[in-house]
Structure formats: C-alpha cells, structure tokens
C-alpha cells in the first residue's frame, strides 16, 4: 500500500468545510425535512410525488458519484466545492417562484449534480485530508456532528423566519398564507448558501498534503484506479453499510409527519421537532469520533445499527401515540443517537480498511453508486406507505420496512468489524 504523510491543518479549515457540507444539502432535502407538510401543501404535491422528485434527484446522483469520484481525485476541492454551493443556491432561487411538479423534477435532478458530481467526493477527500492518519475518527466526527448543528441553526433560523411571517395562530391561516411565509425561508436560506459558496472559494484552502509519486492518479478516470478499490473486500462492504444507514436516515424526514399526525402536534411544533433533532447530531458526531479513533470506527456502527433496529420495531409495533409522549422524545432520540452514529463514520472506516488516500475520490464514488440508492427508491417506498394508509398505520408500514434494511446493516457492519480485526 502507498503511503502518505499528512501536515496539521488549520482549525478554521475544518469549520468552513462543515459550514459547507450542510449548507449544499439544506435546500434539496433539510428544509422538506423540518417544514414536510407546509412543503407537501405550499407545492400542492402528494408524498409520493415528493418521493419522486427525490428519485430524479436520485437517479442523476447515481451517474455523478461513479465520476465525480475521479473528478475529486483531480482537482483542488474548494473549486468543486464553491461550484456546487453556488449553483445549488441559484436552484434555491427558482424553487421560490414555485414550480409545477414537473420543473420540480428538473430542479431535483439538477441538485444531484450540483451536490454529488461536483461536490460530495470533494467534501469526503478534503475531510481526510484534513484529519491525517491518526484523526479519521475525529475529522468524520466534526464533520457530521457540525453538519447536524449547521442544519439545526438553519432550521431554527427557518422556523424563526416562518413564524414572523405568520401574523396569527397557525391553524388559523390558509395555505397561501403559509406559501408566502414558506417563500421567505427558501429565498433566505438560498441567498445564505451563496454567501458560503463565495467564502468557500475564497478560504477553503489547505496546508500541501504530500503523497508519493506512485500514489498520484495521471488521469482523470482510470480502470487501474477502479481496480485498486474493487480488491478491497471492505468497499463492498461498505456498499451495504451505507446502503442500510443512509435509508434509516432518511426515515428521519418522518418525525415531524410522526409528530403533527400521530402525536397531535401543531406545524410549528412538529417543525421544532424535527430541528430538535438535529441539535443531537453534533454531540453524537464528536463523542463518537473521539470514541472511534480510541478503538474502531467499525464498532460503533454496529452498535449504531443495533440502536436503529430496536427503534424501528418500536414504531413498527405502534405503540407510541399521544398517550405515550416520553416513549416518542426516548424513541426518536435513540433513533437519532443510532442513525447519526454510523452516519458520522460512514468514510472514517476508509483508513481503517487501508484504502490509498490517492484513490480515495474513486473509492467515495464507487461505494456511493450503491450505497446512496436510497436517494432513488426511498421517497418512493415511504410515499407509497404514507399515501396507500394515512396517518399513524402507513408510518408504522415505513418504520417497518427501515426495521429489515438496519437489520442487514447490522449483519454487514459486523462482518466488516470482525474483517478489519482479523487484518489488524
């Protein structure tokens, strides 16, 4: 295996890189995430149409990991990275006008490229970079866990946004009074990612990395690279790992649905739980990887998994209603602590698993062609449950079926766990 040497990087690198990472995705996924049915009304759309914007933006996402890969193997990662924060913003500005579902499409496809092909490797390279051979765990941490808090202060910030514009109870307003208010949260939230995109280009800048001469890739897209990855059991492995979490995270999106159509929650109370929960990312994302580089990053994605499937029978078994409010705050924080623990050490494994930091962008992008298909299909399965059986029985079906897909990523985390001992 090459080897590479590492120089410490400054601190306000890694800050910058987290404002990034999250900021590119608040428009696409965060802000349905905390406003789902003022989302699903001001668009007039039904959950299985937003389920199929998602499988656009999905399917466009698929293409762009396999070749933004080697693009992030080539270029400097802020240029990519200030590419992708710009023109996803100036997608943020045509949701504003409210497109028609099929422009929504459009829009949603247009978003994979933007934050896959140009900025998703780049993100994950600049993230090892910055945390050497002995801080994967750490790095990933900061990274995901500051990503939680950077999308909590955006939501908090939205839903701030969206109050102001309410001038009475909630309930009391119709939906063109909530579309007008919602516009107000998307037109700010999309001029704040361009600002990022500008510091980005301007900031984002880090100390030389060396590498050895064998460890530079000469071309852009090569099958040589494709095959140093592909003999590393642990890359398809991680397939399936991610694979398995990245759907548990994406059930998240249903919290606040959980919360307004089972628990009784109003819009704003259901929008503050879903942000709520993404106040517990940032302490799981640095406790983690603190606790991964002092044993494996493997294990505790076993044991985020096993979190995972304990909840999902939970929900699956319907037995959180409005009667049992301390079960649902206890379900939906253990949920969170499991999904954001393996989520924060998706690519800290990559150290673990001996992967040439070279090929690390090729690496990223052929795990991704697989392991983030749940950006085609989830929307759709969960839209399909939600719409076929309304309220709490169709959120129970989808709780169901996130229940079998943790279940194998506990058997292929722990399989990965027991490889990377046996090699060490």
Wanted: hydrophobic residues 50%; aromatic residues 14%.
């Amino acid at each position: 295996m090459q080897q590479h040497k590492t120089k410490k990087q400054p601190l306000y690198v890694i800050l910058l890189l987290i404002l990034a990472a999250e900021a590119v995705f608040i428009l696409p996924f965060v802000l349905q995430r905390i406003f789902r049915t003022t989302f699903l009304e001001s668009f007039s759309i039904t959950d299985t149409e937003i389920g199929s914007c998602f499988a656009a933006y999905g399917t466009v996402a698929l293409v762009s990991y396999l070749f933004g890969g080697p693009l992030a193997d080539k270029f400097k990662p802020h240029l990519l990275m200030s590419a992708a924060l710009i023109l996803t913003a100036l997608g943020g500005f045509f949701l504003a006008t409210y497109p028609s579902l099929y422009q929504l499409h459009l829009l949603y496809g247009f978003w994979g490229f933007t934050t896959i092909f140009l900025f998703w490797a780049a993100m994950i390279k600049a993230t090892r970079i910055w945390g050497g051979t002995h801080k994967q765990g750490i790095a990933f941490g900061f990274l995901d866990g500051g990503r939680g808090l950077v999308a909590a202060l955006f939501g908090s910030v939205g839903v701030i946004i969206f109050s102001l514009f309410i001038t009475k109870e909630v309930e009391l307003t119709s939906i063109e009074e909530r579309r007008l208010a919602f516009k107000e949260v998307i037109t700010y939230t999309s001029i704040a990612v361009f600002c990022i995109g500008i510091m980005v280009f301007f900031f984002l800048k880090f100390t030389e990395t060396e590498t050895t001469a064998s460890d530079k890739p000469s071309k852009l897209l090569t099958i040589e690279n494709f095959k140093i990855v592909m003999k590393y059991r642990a890359v398809w492995l991680l397939m399936i790992i991610i694979l398995c979490a990245y759907n548990g995270y994406k059930m998240t999106d249903l919290f606040s649905k959980y919360a307004e159509e089972v628990m009784g929650y109003n819009k704003i109370e259901a929008a503050k739980v879903g942000t709520s929960l993404l106040y517990i990312r940032p302490v799981v994302g640095v406790v983690i990887g603190m606790l991964a580089d002092r044993t494996k990053a493997s294990l505790w994605i076993v044991i985020g998994f096993l979190l995972m499937t304990i909840t999902s029978i939970i929900f699956y078994a319907g037995i959180i209603d409005d009667s049992t409010t301390l079960l649902f705050i206890l379900s939906i924080g253990t949920m969170a602590l499991g999904v954001y623990s393996a989520r924060v050490l998706y690519f800290a494994t990559l150290e673990e698993a001996k992967i040439p930091l070279a090929v690390t962008g090729t690496a990223v992008g052929f795990i991704s062609v697989v392991g983030y298909t749940p950006d085609i299909f989830a929307g759709l399965v969960m839209g399909y449950f939600l719409d076929a059986n309304k309220g709490a029985v169709g959120l129970q079906n989808a709780f169901g079926v996130m229940g079998l897909f943790t279940l194998a990523g506990l058997v292929a985390s722990f399989m990965f766990y027991k490889h990377s001992k046996n090699r060490a």
